[in-house]
C-alpha cells in the first residue's frame, strides 16, 4: 500500500449484522446451465481445500471453496502486498471503456480463468465465464485525482468467484499495508482528496457483503404459460460486456484490442472477427471533453454512462437471444440498457415520463420543480439528473456506491438532455 499520512482518513465500524446477515450469501442463484461444467481438475468439494497456501500459484482449490481469512491466502499476486499489477498465473489486467462511477477512485481489474478453461462471448450480456473464473477489483484512492498511482491508498479489493453453485462476491479491506482482510459488516471511511485542484470531502463506503446482491442480482423474467417456471434471482457480473472491452489497452508489451487480446490468450471463444463491428460503447473518462461532439456522440456517450451505471437495475424484458432479465428497478418505466433502441423508445430513457418516485416538490413555492424524468433541452427541470446531482438519500441514485458527485458525469448528462429535440412534454407553461 502506498503512504497515507497526507490523506485524512477516519475509520468507522458500522455496526454489527446480525447472525443471519453475516451468514448471508452475495451470490448463488446460479441456473442449472451455469453449474454445468464445473469438472475442474481441483478440489470443489473442499476436502482438501485450505487458505494456507504454500505453492507459487494460484490457490484456486480454496477460492472455488473456502472465504479465507486474507486476500493474500488466494496467492492472485506475485506481490500480495500489491494488488495492482503482476497477477499471478494466466491472470489478466483489463479496464472499460466507460467505467462505473465510486467515488474517484482508481480501479484495478484482472480476470483469472482456469487453465483449460474458455469463457464465451455474448453480443448483450456480460460474458459467460466459466466456473473458476474469479475477478478482481481493487479500490485506490488517490491523494490527487490528477496524479493517479502515485500516493494513493488501497481501500479494498472484491473478488467475484464464479463457484460450482454460482457467483459469489468477497470483499476485502486492506487494513494494512501489505494485506487485506475478509469483511462482511462494511466500512465507512472519512475521505479526503484534491480533485480538479479542489479539496474534495466525502464518505466512502465500503458495502456490507449482503448489499452486493442489490446491484448484481437480475431476475429472469418468467414465462406466464409456464406454472411450474419459478427461476430465481442470479447474481452476475456488470462490467465485462463486449461493448466495454471492445477498445485498446497497453499491457506494456503491446497495444492490443482487449477481446482480441483474450481471444489469443486462450480464455475467451465465439468473438466476432471484425471488431468494428461489435456495437460498443465509447471511452468516458473524467478528462473527456465534451465540446466538439456532435449530437449523436454526445447521446451514444451519454447511454454508455447510463448503461454502466443504470441498466444494472434499470432493464426490464428486453429479449435478446443470450438472456431476458429484469433488474431492481425494471418496474420503474426508466430502462436504459445500451441495446435498446433511444429512437423507438425514448420514453423508456425517461424523455418525458413522469418519474414513479414523483419529482421532488420545492418547499418554497409547493410545485413540482422536476415532473418529468427528462424535459428535453432543460436539464435543469429533469428529474433524472437532479438524482445524480444529490447526496440527499431519498433522492440520490445510484443509492449505493457513492459518497460523492460525480460532476463530469453529471456533466455529461446535463449536455446530453440540452442537446435534445424541443419537447415540453406537455407541460405547456410549467416549462420555462
Not at 466512502?204 to 411450474?228: E, F, I, M, R, S
Not at 456532435?294 to 454512462?305: K, S
Request: aromatic share 10%; proline share 5%.
Amino acid at each position: 500500500m502506498n503512504k497515507k499520512n497526507k490523506f485524512q482518513i477516519k475509520i468507522k465500524y458500522l455496526s454489527i449484522l446480525t447472525i443471519s446477515a453475516l451468514l448471508a450469501a452475495c451470490g448463488g442463484g446460479s441456473s442449472s446451465e451455469e453449474a454445468a461444467g464445473s469438472d475442474l481438475d481441483i478440489d470443489l468439494d473442499g476436502s482438501s481445500a485450505s487458505c494456507e497456501f504454500s505453492e507459487t500459484g494460484v490457490n484456486w482449490a480454496a477460492l472455488l471453496t473456502k472465504n479465507c481469512p486474507k486476500l493474500s491466502d488466494y496467492n492472485l499476486f506475485l506481490d500480495q502486498a500489491d494488488p495492482t499489477s503482476g497477477p499471478n498465473e494466466q491472470g489478466i489486467p483489463y479496464d472499460l471503456s466507460t467505467p462505473l462511477f465510486t467515488d474517484y477512485a482508481t480501479k484495478y481489474r484482472f480476470v483469472f480463468v482456469p487453465e483449460g478453461k474458455v469463457a464465451t462471448y455474448s453480443e448483450h450480456e456480460v460474458i459467460e465465464f466459466p466456473v473458476g473464473t474469479v475477478l478482481v477489483k481493487t479500490f485506490s484512492m488517490p491523494e490527487n485525482t490528477a496524479n493517479r498511482g502515485v500516493n494513493e491508498t488501497h481501500i479494498e479489493t472484491r473478488l467475484l468467484i464464479h463457484r460450482a453453485d454460482g457467483w459469489t462476491a468477497l470483499p476485502y479491506y486492506w487494513d494494512s499495508a501489505t494485506d487485506a482482510s475478509y469483511i462482511v459488516t462494511g466500512k465507512s471511511i472519512e475521505m479526503a482528496i484534491t480533485h480538479n485542484g479542489q479539496p474534495l470531502a466525502f464518505e466512502y463506503g465500503v458495502p456490507q457483503k449482503n448489499q452486493c446482491t442489490n446491484c448484481h442480482a437480475v431476475v429472469p423474467v418468467l414465462d406466464k404459460n409456464d406454472p411450474q417456471d419459478k427461476r430465481k434471482s442470479i447474481f452476475k457480473p456488470i462490467g465485462p460486456k463486449a461493448r466495454f472491452l471492445n477498445y485498446d489497452y497497453d499491457y506494456g508489451s503491446q497495444v492490443e484490442n482487449q477481446l482480441a487480446h483474450w481471444e489469443s490468450e486462450g480464455i475467451l471463444t465465439s468473438v466476432p472477427t471484425d471488431k468494428a463491428a461489435i456495437n460498443s460503447a465509447p471511452i468516458f473518462k473524467d478528462t473527456t471533453a465534451l465540446a466538439g461532439l456532435t449530437d449523436e456522440e454526445l447521446t451514444v456517450m451519454a447511454r454508455g454512462y447510463l448503461d454502466i451505471n443504470c441498466a444494472h437495475c434499470h432493464r426490464q424484458e428486453l429479449t435478446i437471444p443470450e438472456a431476458n432479465y429484469a433488474g431492481a428497478a425494471g418496474d420503474s418505466g426508466l430502462t436504459v440498457e445500451f441495446n435498446r433502441d433511444f429512437d423507438t423508445e425514448p420514453g423508456r430513457f425517461g424523455i418525458c415520463k413522469t418519474a414513479v418516485a414523483g419529482g421532488y416538490q420545492a418547499e418554497e413555492n409547493g410545485y413540482n420543480q422536476y415532473p418529468r424524468d427528462i424535459v428535453p433541452q432543460h436539464a435543469d427541470r429533469s428529474y433524472l439528473l437532479y438524482r445524480m446531482n444529490t447526496n440527499d438519500g431519498r433522492h440520490k441514485m445510484p443509492e449505493l456506491g457513492r459518497g460523492s458527485i460525480h460532476k463530469e458525469g453529471v456533466k455529461l448528462i446535463e449536455a446530453w438532455i440540452n442537446s435534445m429535440d424541443a419537447n415540453d412534454c406537455g407541460l405547456n407553461d410549467l416549462i420555462d
